[in-house]
Nanobody
Framework: VQLQASGGGSVQAGGSLRLTCKAS???????????LTWHRQAPGKQREFVAS???????DYADSVKGRFTMSRDNARKTFYLQMNDLTPEDTAVYYC?????WGRGTLVTVSS
């Protein structure tokens, strides 16, 4: 299984970004049945949970992003997303997507004040 994360970039505070994570090497039914997660790791900090989505699309979020981030999934495309709005400098981090024990390489999000 491979996970390819994309969509990171540099934005100013208050801006938005949409991260995408595409899975390959996995059959659709297995993808559909797995929870998907986003984590992030800021410079000098430990990796932390951001959001998750169950196989039926029930989402959960870290308190720090609730109301600003929205996770969704497209099972047919074996792809999931993280819509990030009202970004703050504290959201600056490398964002990682994961499925079961598989992790993508991460995509960097930089938010300037």
């Amino acid at each position: 299984v491979q996970l390819q994360a994309s969509g990171g970039g540099s934005v100013q505070a208050g801006g938005s970004l949409r991260l995408t994570c595409k899975a390959s090497g996995i059959i659709t039914s297995v993808f559909n049945g797995n929870a998907l997660t986003w984590h992030r790791q800021a410079p000098g900090k430990q990796r932390e949970f951001v959001a998750s989505s169950t196989g039926i699309g029930v989402a959960d979020y870290a308190d720090s992003v609730k109301g600003r981030f929205t996770m969704s999934r497209d099972n047919a495309r074996k792809t999931f997303y993280l819509q990030m709005n009202d970004l703050t400098p504290e959201d600056t981090a490398v964002y990682y997507c994961s499925l079961s024990n598989y992790w993508g390489r991460g995509t960097l999000v930089t938010v300037s004040s």
